[in-house]
Each structure stands twice: as structure tokens, then as C-alpha cells.
């Protein structure tokens, strides 16, 4: 009896249609320049791409420095403001912002607020190539 019960059961859950859920895309923005204006730009010929995972602790500072090739930044917790000592040019980026970082100009990031900044990073570099310089104090 109880095996003829399973069976029927089976049999039922068999016959239902599944009930498949479509992945849904939220797109967080589209970006045709960097935080200073500049176009976007991929390097040329081969590309590395390198995904980091960076934290900042609260109230640090980056030391000053620059991006020769594209750098991208989500910012997954803190608050960071961005200056650029080229421009002269400060904004702030919170939670669920992305940063399209300039490149080839002096910056520096500080970790505003009680708590770290988590960025994840993505740069794309020639295969071999780093994509941070520091400037020389």
C-alpha cells in the first residue's frame, strides 16, 4: 500500500510541468568615460584581465598614484572619496557605486566614515603589465 502511494505520488510530481526561473539583469549603469571625463579605452592587442577584491581600512589613505591602462571599481561597502591632483576634482563614491578610474592621473582615495572600504577592482593591462604606478614622494 504504502509503496503504491509513492508510486502515485512519483508519478504525479512526474506529470507537472517544471517551473523554470529566468535569470533576471539589472544593469547598474553604462559608462562611456572615466571619473574625469576621459573616453574609455581598452589596450590594444592582448588583454589581461585581473579582478581584485581591495579594502580600505577606515580613514586611510591610498598613497598617490596613477593608472596607465583602464581600472574599474564597484564599491561593495565604506565610502571612499577620490582626489585627483591633476584635475583638482574630489567626489565621493558610496555602496553600489562604480568608479571608472582615470588614467595616467595622480589620485589618491580615502576611506571616509567608521568603517573599511571594500572596492572590487578590475583592470584591464597588457598581459605582464601593472596597472598602478606611485608617485615618487
Known amino acids: ?3 503504491a502511494a509513492f508510486a502515485a505520488i512519483l ?3 512526474m506529470a507537472l510541468p517544471a517551473v523554470a526561473q529566468a535569470p533576471e ?3 547598474l549603469g553604462t559608462y562611456e568615460t572615466t571619473n574625469t571625463g576621459q573616453p574609455i579605452l581598452a589596450p590594444e592587442g592582448p588583454l589581461s584581465l585581473t579582478v581584485s577584491r581591495v579594502t580600505i581600512p577606515a580613514g586611510a589613505s591610498l598613497p598617490v598614484h596613477r593608472h596607465p591602462f583602464q581600472r574599474y571599481a564597484y564599491v561593495e561597502s565604506g565610502s571612499i572619496t577620490v582626489r585627483n591632483l591633476d584635475t583638482g576634482t574630489s567626489v ?3 555602496p553600489g ?3 571608472v578610474e582615470a588614467r595616467g592621473q595622480w589620485h589618491t582615495g ?3 566614515g567608521t568603517e573599511p572600504v571594500v572596492l572590487l577592482v578590475i583592470d584591464q593591462t597588457p598581459p605582464g603589465k601593472a596597472n598602478t604606478e606611485r608617485k615618487a614622494p
Open 97 to 99: 557605486a562604480t568608479i
Open 110 to 112: 580615502t576611506a571616509m
Open 92 to 94: 565621493e563614491f558610496k
Open 25 to 27: 539583469a539589472h544593469v
Open 1 to 3: 500500500m504504502k509503496s
Open 11 to 13: 508519478t504525479l510530481c
